[in-house]
């Protein structure tokens, strides 16, 4: 069941540089407001819900370049959850096998752009790849919004994309907590201003053998990026 | 005609017969020009059937001080409670004052949103209706993905490529606009300036109508 999309009130002009007295309140009051917005959307409440192994994260900077970004190699465990696809399989984040590969999204159904426009784009990259890469490389959907995300719906949504993706429905806290494992700091959904916003990732993650992750990619990278790099990988036995 | 030896060039007639052809080719291609940049026609009939999926035609028009550039709508995304896509287009303002688009609304939709996507730290984002999209006095706005883009939900039925899309646009200074969106794949759509298609004479946009 989709909840209300409820426009938020008119907001005085965003952006306005008029020099008016009266308008740059508004701007000044707008620019808080829009702050304290993004603030809340972070989870960096002081009550928090931030847990603190976002504090390790990696940073990975302001605007990345589309493409891959490939990461210091990375030791220590890997997040322990383990997940019911919606196929009814058991998934751990450990299951990447010698020579494969995992491209990992965290997002929602409900979305027009973003969501959407990565699966389609991942559907058409590992759509292109051989026949021996792509046996070897796996996509992971994790629903940030396992309100509305239902298994019926994740199956609908991902299989319009690509009916090898695996989806995963899991409680929102410890999707979370895998995310900002791999450095992505989605939150659980909430209800700003009368509008139920939900998050999703910025990056798709790749997962080498044993779920440590080798790099990532922005969101929006090109199709023939993503499988360019994903057959690079593999063939260096990655 | 071989090409010759040192010391002879094309006799002139073949330079004059070439130069003709130029010249009649650009005079056929220019009405195809003008109509992508016109704002009040009835652009009647049906727009050329793109021979591929690959880059049909997105649109162009003019509201009022705003010109809109190659807007389209992505293909739709089936949920279990109905179908949604994204809407795109670059606007542009000569107006020395701000003119933002304020309403977007669409008979094949239930109901038509104006978005943002905005980051909310540590490579996520999250997506917020927002009441208007400011285009700035003598500046430009690019609706993309992973930007602001128009949502569109309860789609009448699913968008292919290759199917039309109407929408009608609302700006601020009142002029109102209905385009006849081309729908394109959501493939590589995040891929920067699309400009090109609208720089070549790939036929007509759609039908464009202008309401005051």
Redesign the interface.
Known sequence: MALPHTPIPPVQRLGARSPRPTRLLAGAVLALALSLGTAGCGGSDASSSAPAVMQQTPDYGGHAQHGFVALPRQAGTVPAQQFTTMAGHTWTFDSVKPRELTLLYYGYTHCPDICPTTMADLAAAVGSLSTSDRTRTSVVFISTDPHRDTIKQLRLWLGQFDHSFIGIRAPIQQVVTTAHHYGIGVTPPKVVHGQYQVTHGAQVAVLGPGGHQLGYFKTLTASHDYAAEVHGLLAEGK | MRSSGPGQGRPPDVRLSRAVVALVAGIAFAPGLAGCAGSSQHAGGHPAPSASASAPAAVSAEAGTIHIDTAYA??S?????GS???VYMSLTNSAGT?V?L?SATSSLAT?V?L?N????????????????I?V?ARGAVKLT??GY?I???GLAHPLHVGDRMPLTLRFSDHHTIHLDLPVR???????GDDMGDMKGMKGMPGMVLVVR
């Open positions: 992505a293909t995304v089936r949920s279990d409670d949604m896509t994204a701000q933002s304020v109901s949103e978005h996507t905005v980051d909310t730290g540590n490579n996520a984002e999250t997506m917020t209706a927002v009441a208007r400011p700035p993905p992973g883009h949502m569109a939900m794949s959501r493939v590589d759509s995040g891929q």
